[in-house]
Nanobody, 119 residues
Framework: QLQLVESGGGLVQPGGSLRLSCATS????????MGWYRQAPGKQRELVAA???????NYADSVKGRFIISRDNAKNTVYLQMNSLKPDDTAVYYC?????????????WGQGTQVTVSS
């Protein structure tokens, strides 16, 4: 059974950094894409960053140049390095992976980790 275990959230001051980790219970080569989403209070969940099985990355405009998504194939883990954090980055961050069931893409989600940026 697929499990996603997130870690690395917390409280940080503006301008600080955090690294989120998402460890999967199966090989990440099983996925066609992996990514991070976030949801702030009263707002819809939004894509923050994603990485395809081929290594292509894409980022929300609001985090370009500050966040980096990466993966460690040997550890079956995807990371989100967050730098120059702003109060607007405060949200619950969710790990997402997508795999094919036949020809149908299916999404799986982590439990979420809180990131709070505040002085």
């Amino acid at each position: 059974q697929l499990q996603l275990v997130e870690s690395g959230g917390g409280l940080v001051q503006p301008g600080g950094s955090l690294r989120l980790s998402c460890a999967t219970s199966i090989s990440i080569f099983s996925f066609i894409a992996m990514g991070w989403y976030r949801q702030a209070p009263g707002k819809q969940r939004e894509l923050v960053a994603a990485i395809s099985s081929g290594g292509r990355t894409n980022y929300a405009d609001s985090v370009k140049g500050r966040f980096i998504i990466s993966r460690d194939n040997a550890k079956n883990t995807v990371y989100l390095q967050m730098n120059s954090l702003k109060p607007d980055d405060t949200a619950v961050y969710y790990c997402n992976v997508r795999r094919l069931s036949g020809s149908i893409p299916v999404d799986y989600w982590g439990q979420g980790t809180q990131v709070t940026v505040s002085s």
